[in-house]
């Protein structure tokens, strides 16, 4: 008879407070063939404060292995075990390790499930006071200066919320960055400790948020949540004016429509439409 495959599960750790680890975390950490740990010793001290016994073998899996553990890893799955992935803290894959297992295991054919948990990305937009119905993670910035500059610049018309990570370390001078990008008024929170003892929210414009780092010693886990543009929005003429000086110009009517509606965030449909009336007049 054939073996059946197993299972590669994402579950997401506390990112800070030890209580919100799910019942489901739990029973995967003592029931798992093989849990694959970011970092083994946090991975152990974890399960201690849980107070629940790793069953399985314990194997690191973290940004430099990534590539040679997913074959050994999708192996166990294949024989009919259960691989669990977690990282320090939150979801694994987002800004940390696991998209290219679960990449490699969907080539596979393998099936991936999650155990869904804490996310230090939701928790600092659900806080932040800023709007939540359409967001976009942009993870950590570049470190150097004229590369942050650049990708900062390329938001700066973005009209979601925006959730950044970055280190302690460096908050002042991404504060001072988005100020330049976004201008000093745009609203921003930054998101410190999120469930430990020493949770901090500071919501204010990016201009007071830049002195308040240059004032303290920044610590802990950072995350800062940055309010969208609010630019006005081009009117239907002006749009359909674009779209129809394009289309003289030599390009197709359809392209221009959705090149011209992307950019200004519009229905496609609509302002083709509208450029078709406005050229049958």
């Known amino acids: 008879m054939e073996q059946q495959r197993g299972r590669l599960v994402l579950a997401a750790t506390p990112i800070g407070n030890a209580e919100d680890a799910s019942a489901h975390l739990r029973r995967l950490l003592a029931e798992a063939d093989v849990v694959a740990a970011e970092d083994t010793r946090r991975l152990r001290a974890l399960a201690a404060r849980l107070g629940v016994t790793v069953g399985g073998r314990v194997v690191s899996y973290y940004e430099h292995n990534e590539a040679a553990r997913a074959e050994e ?41 999650s155990a869904p948990g804490p996310s230090a990305v939701l928790t600092a937009l659900a806080l932040s006071g800023l709007p939540t119905d359409r967001f976009c993670f942009e993870g950590f910035p570049p470190r150097k200066a004229g590369e942050r500059a650049r990708a900062l610049a390329d938001l700066a018309d973005e009209r979601r919320t925006m959730v950044f990570f970055e280190a302690p370390h460096r908050v002042g001078e991404l504060l001072a960055a988005m100020a330049e990008a976004f201008g000093p008024e745009r609203p921003a929170a930054v998101c410190r400790e999120l ?56 390009e197709r009517l359809k392209e221009a429509v959705a090149d011209v509606a992307s950019a200004a965030g519009v229905a496609k449909r609509d302002l083709y439409a509208a450029a078709l009336a406005a050229r049958a007049r």
């Open 73 to 113: 890893l999708l192996e166990v799955v294949d024989g009919g075990g259960t691989v669990v992935v977690v990282t320090d803290a939150g979801m694994p894959s987002v800004s940390d390790p696991g998209f290219r297992l679960v990449a490699a295991a969907v080539r596979a054919g393998v099936t991936v499930t």
């Open 195 to 250: 469930t430990k003892t020493y949770e901090e929210v500071l919501r204010d414009s990016l201009a007071n948020l830049v002195t308040w780092a240059q004032g303290t010693e920044v610590r802990g886990e950072i995350v800062v949540v940055v309010a969208g543009s609010e630019r006005p929005q081009a009117s239907t003429a002006d749009l359909v004016a674009e779209v129809l000086a394009r289309a003289d110009a030599g």
